[in-house]
T-cell receptor, first 114, second 114 residues
Framework: EPEVTQTPSHQVTQMGQEVILRCVPI?????FYWYRQILGQKVEFLVSFYNNEISEKSEIFDDQFSVERPDGSNFTLKIRSTKLEDSAMYFC????????????FGPGTRLTVT | AQSVSQHNHHVILSEAASLELGCNYSYGGTVNLFWYVQYPGQHLQLLLKYFSGDPLVKGIKGFEAEFIKSKFSFNLRKPSVQWSDTAEYFC????????????FGKGTSLLVTP
């Protein structure tokens, strides 16, 4: 069964550094998402992406975040200057079509900012 | 702003016991409702979903959920749990005014003892 994959599984970075989290969505899916879960808190929506542009974003997704689909298979989340509070599990999800509303999640990348 | 509440944060049951996990949401318009499960070390997986029609929906692995519009609830049930149901369970809501983003509850950790 096709799966969403994410790399790396764990990323440790120093405050102020840039990080790029990578995701490979399921190949025929059209909608892509990033969510995050800070330890002990709920999963929070960050951004959705469709047709090579952001379709929706939350208040969390400020100017330090960006997303890209550079090559038709990868979907990346960049954090320009990481803060301690960016430490969280970041989940990528993909969805085939709008009306299915069924998002398939990757295993997550645990980001630790020191 | 819409919110999703899961009342039970930690539940411990013996095998064969019945399960009911509560989920309430605050939004007066049309909603799509989901239950996701995360088994230890695995990614979020969709258990079941409700869009319209019969308010009692059946999902995988013997789970079902009932949408009660008047109570803004979507509780998850299983008549007889197994040890393999040990996992984290997340209720999620998509409101018709919020694109396709999922709004998650904080999750309920279920431990099933032999």
């Amino acid at each position: 069964e096709p799966e969403v994959t994410q790399t790396p599984s764990h990323q440790v970075t120093q405050m102020g550094q840039e990080v790029i989290l990578r995701c490979v969505p399921i190949s025929n899916h059209l909608y892509f998402y990033w969510y995050r879960q800070i330890l002990g808190q709920k999963v929070e929506f960050l951004v959705s992406f469709y047709n090579n542009e952001i379709s929706e974003k939350s208040e969390i997704f400020d100017d330090q975040f960006s997303v890209e689909r550079p090559d038709g298979s990868n979907f990346t989340l960049k954090i320009r200057s990481t803060k301690l509070e960016d430490s969280a599990m970041y989940f990528c999800a993909s969805q085939w079509e709008a009306s299915s509303y069924e998002q398939y999640f990757g295993p997550g990348t645990r980001l630790t900012v020191t | 702003a819409q919110s999703v509440s899961q009342h039970n944060h930690h539940v411990i049951l013996s095998e064969a016991a019945s399960l009911e996990l509560g989920c309430n949401y605050s939004y007066g318009g049309t909603v799509n409702l989901f239950w996701y499960v995360q088994y230890p070390g695995q990614h979020l997986q969709l258990l079941l979903k409700y869009f319209s029609g019969d308010p009692l929906v059946k999902g995988i692995k013997g789970f079902e959920a009932e949408f009660i519009k008047s109570k803004f609830s979507f509780n998850l049930r299983k008549p007889s749990v197994q040890w393999s149901d040990t996992a984290e369970y997340f209720c999620a809501v998509n409101a018709d005014n919020s694109g396709y983003a999922l709004n998650f509850g904080k999750g309920t950790s279920l431990l099933v003892t032999p």
